[in-house]
Structures are given as structure tokens and as C-alpha cells.
């Protein structure tokens, strides 16, 4: 089984992403960072890993907030997820994101749709 979040609000401060999240159910000391991101193609959105002990937790970063993940790979930015009261760096994002990116251009295996969108916001 596992959970999704949900992001609340999206800020740069220090030269570094914040994310929050008021999924006020999930226990945040529990979860760390797995530093995996895969990609639903169907919503149009990279998928961040977290885990618990007992599960995955996904954490969607949709197209809404691709403009933030461009500036995160061109700064080399860290990100932060915030979640009741934890902070929690999202570790490996940067590479992952770049693996993935490199992944998708070009690639119809993740849809046209998919592939058209990634490559007009992030291969320019």
C-alpha cells in the first residue's frame, strides 16, 4: 500500500524550494527521504518517493510546478518538503529529475502528450 500527498503551497527561501504539505494523517517522523522520482504521464506530473517503515509515500510535483523544478535543476537548488512541523530534503532530486527528463525526451513510450510538455518546459 501506499500514501500520496499533497502540496499546499510552493516558496523559495535561501536559495532552496519549500513544499508543504498539510496531510495532517501522515506521520511525519517516520518518513524519510528514498530519493527515487518516477513519472505519471497520466496526470502530467514527477513523483518524489518517501518512505516509511511499512509503506511508500508519493509526493507529486505536477506540471503547475515544473517552472520550480526548471529553476531547482538550473540552480542546483536543494528541496525541502515541510510536513507537520518536520522538514524533510528531498535527497537526489536534482539527479533524478535529470535522469527522468533524459529519459522522456523523445521517448513515446511515456506518451506524446507527456514527452511534448517535458520538452517544451524543460529541454530549450
Known amino acids: 500500500m501506499s500514501q500520496k500527498l499533497s502540496i499546499q503551497e510552493v516558496t523559495w527561501k535561501n536559495e532552496g524550494l519549500y513544499i508543504k504539505s498539510n496531510d495532517t494523517e501522515m506521520d511525519a ?4 527521504p528514498a530519493g527515487k522520482v518516477l513519472v505519471d504521464s497520466n496526470q502530467f506530473a514527477f513523483i518524489y518517493i518517501l518512505e516509511t517503515p511499512a509503506e511508500y509515500v508519493y509526493l507529486p510535483l505536477p506540471k ?3 517552472a ?7 540552480e542546483q537548488a536543494t528541496v525541502t518538503l515541510f510536513l507537520n512541523n518536520r522538514e524533510i ?7 533524478e529529475l ?6 522522456i525526451e523523445g ?3 511515456y506518451g506524446d502528450q507527456m514527452v511534448e510538455e ?7
Open 29 to 32: 517522523e517516520q518518513l524519510s
Open 118 to 124: 517535458v520538452e517544451a518546459q524543460f529541454v530549450k
Open 107 to 109: 521517448n513515446a513510450n
Open 98 to 103: 535529470q535522469y527522468v527528463i533524459s529519459n
Open 89 to 95: 530534503v528531498l535527497e537526489h532530486i536534482v539527479e
Open 68 to 74: 520550480d523544478l526548471k529553476k531547482v535543476l538550473a
Open 64 to 66: 503547475e510546478h515544473w
